[in-house]
């Protein structure tokens, strides 16, 4: 099995309790340890997000696991999700930097669990996307058709990365959030690069919400509240 810790994030309440539960049910199964980082409620959103994304990669940094599944806490794995998870792992090439599971948009994020978990099932129209000759990823030929169509790496973020390129990941996403701050699954999709990779089939897990939103309305960058 794959040397892999999880981490997540979470503020206090009752939604988030949920959320953390399913985590720690859903993944002590695998024997997989997860690290929890309480985040701070007095910021603005953008803020705490970034805040808590750094903190994530800092916690993982400081354990000697090879790899990390980084996610917000409503996200929830397919069945047989391991072994999902190391055959898609298997098929990357070399010096691959993120592998992102289940964006939303692609298992049509609704609030609720798709009908069938691990299916491809998109929002919106996918045909300008690349795919592996695996079929088990996209490949990311050039990042701007997912900033244009506004393919957001979240509703769950969550992505796995490992030792090896997790400094690169974490300079990029400082410089993005600099350049311009946004919310964290909008900043993963302008710093895509050609060694990050999107689940494609299966997926490997959904949204969980578990209630609602921890966090009050935001207005993203596409006019959507979240």
């Known amino acids: 099995m794959l040397d892999l810790i999880l981490i997540t994030t979470t503020i206090p309440s009752a939604i988030s309790d949920r959320r953390i539960s399913n985590l720690v049910q859903n993944f002590s199964q695998y024997g997989i340890p997860l690290l929890i980082h309480h985040g701070n409620q007095n910021k603005e959103k953008i803020e705490i997000l970034y805040e808590n994304m750094l903190a994530m990669i800092a916690l993982f940094k400081r354990t000697n696991y090879e ?32 592998l992102h599971l289940c964006p939303g948009f692609l298992w049509g994020r609704n609030g609720r669990a798709p009908c069938v978990p691990g299916i491809l099932k998109p929002s919106w129209p996918i045909d300008s996307l690349t795919v592996d000759p695996s079929g088990r990823f996209f490949v990311v030929e050039d990042r701007n058709t997912y900033i244009q169509k506004e393919f957001w790496l979240g509703g769950p973020m969550a992505f796995l990365v490992n030792r090896a390129t997790v400094d690169s990941l974490l300079a990029d996403f400082k410089a993005s959030f600099l350049l311009e701050p946004t919310l964290n699954d909008v900043i993963l999709t302008k710093i895509l690069t050609s060694n990050d990779y999107i689940c494609r089939l299966p997926l490997l897990g959904y949204e969980a919400e578990e209630g609602g939103a921890t966090f009050k309305s935001f207005c993203r960058p596409d006019g959507v509240y979240d």
């Open 67 to 98: 790899f990390a599944i980084i996610c917000d806490n409503d996200f929830f794995p397919i069945d047989n999700f391991v072994n999902n998870l190391e055959a898609t792992v298997a098929a990357l090439p070399a010096g691959w930097r993120t």
